[in-house]
């Protein structure tokens, strides 16, 4: 049998069975049901202080809804499909509880500001977090860059091997991309951080409500100015998908690095067996799993920016149903972004270092040419001439399976006699890597100020920064 509706007054019909099963939401945002009773509470207390309900009043509330609390923590409460969503469900069992007064909880507020609320105060929970898990995962790159510093590998562009690079230099882009990750979801915060409970359904109230009150007591920065825009802003959700996506695609290009280089083709790594799975049927596959299904479930995330993106563009305000569908996709992302960046910081942190494999991969390219030509021009030729000597120079290697360090002096000077005995060291590896000194650049030295102002960018935008000065947790 169909509980009593709240609204349901002007209602002379129960409502369908199907449209309660497909309008509920108690289904998923009983998520919310913390945030829910935490907010409560502080509405109450601000009733109270108002005079618009008694002492003894709020008392009774506020050890009910802690009850209530304390059922749902126990898996104790059951939640009821007919109540449609985890306010009413709530409110239901308070008023089980202590009678009639319960009902007088819902004075001055609307379930549009309620849970908008509850949005807001479950999305600064987990921004925090996600921003605590993204800078461990910055600073596991950063220990493993420290630790790597000798080691160098082939840097690609088209996939094509290019140009030797530090192995350290090539953890540190992620870094950095990881860095800006941390920012955006710093600045973010502030626009997740504003109170919309006292806008009631879309117009404010009646009622000597005290919003500065509740925004204290939940440690709110700021109170949302206009109470249609309070109801129906969806933006900081929108930002907060975007944000997701961002680190997900940096993830899912992480991911597809650790594929390659853990391939036999590659073997430059190898990733420890607790991220790995086997095959039903090769007895001797180890399969990179956890970074494959953190590349794919990036498109999880992506689609659920679009899905709130397209909910929202044809929205009259204020709140309208299609709301409803802000939630699954929000919820979703926050456990896959999660738990993708601790799996990320487990694979960085546990990966061996083929030194070997990667040090034959840059002796047995061209990926030197460019340091050839730059020799070249040191010698006064035009680096467009220069560019078509080594051309023809790798050429050359190319037919008589060669490197070029492997040709005579004389093969040199078939090409140009200006080359001499010092060509030598200049195209050895190490060489290659630590003549690049400019500032962002592969030498070590490049490198290690690279760590430096890693290091510097976390301690002000980390966890340290983040969450105690923007967070403004003691």
Sequence with gaps: MSEKKPWGGR???????????????????????????????????????????????QIEIVTGLQEIKQEIDAGQLEFLVSLEDIH?????????????????????????????????????????QLAGSLTELIQVFITKAETNLDVI????????????????????????????????????????????????????????????MVADQLGFQRIYANSMDAVSDRDYLVEFLSNSSLIMMHLSR??????????????????????????SIMPQKKNPDVAELIRGKTGRVYGHLIALLTTLKGLPLTYNKDMQEDKEGMFDTIQTLDGALKLAAGMIESMKINREKMTQAVKADFSNATDYADYLVTKGIP???????????????????????????????????????DIYPKLQPEQVVNARKSFGGTAKSAVLNAIVEAKKELKDTGTSGCVKILFKIN
């Design 11 to 57: 209602f002379t019909k129960s409502t369908n069975q199907l449209v309660e099963e497909y309008t509920a939401s108690i289904q998923f945002d009983q998520k919310l049901a913390s945030e829910d009773i935490q907010g409560s509470t502080a509405h109450a207390k601000m009733l109270a202080a108002q005079g618009i309900i008694t002492p003894e009043e």
């Design 254 to 279: 992480l991911a597809e690095e650790l594929i390659l280089w853990s391939s036999s083709e590659f073997q430059f790594i190898e990733l420890d067996d607790a991220y790995c799975t086997g095959s």
């Design 88 to 128: 009413m469900n709530i409110e239901k069992r308070l008023i089980e509880k202590i009678g009639s007064v319960g009902g007088k909880l819902h004075t001055a507020r609307s379930r549009n500001d309620q849970v908008a609320l509850d949005m807001h105060l479950y999305l600064k929970k987990w921004v925090k």
């Design 383 to 421: 680096f467009r001439d220069a560019h078509e000597i080594v051309g023809k120079t790798v050429l050359y290697c190319l037919n008589n399976n060669k490197y070029l360090l492997d040709l005579t002096l004389a093969e040199y000077q078939q090409f140009t006699d200006l080359v001499s005995e």
């Design 153 to 212: 590998i082939p840097g690609y562009t088209h996939l094509q091997r290019a140009q030797p690079i530090l192995f350290s230099h090539h953890l540190m882009a992620y870094a950095f991309m990881l860095l800006r990750d941390l920012e955006r979801l710093k600045d973010s915060y502030k626009r997740i951080d504003i109170m919309p409970l006292g806008a009631g359904a879309l117009a404010g109230t009646t009622f000597n409500i005290d919003r500065q």
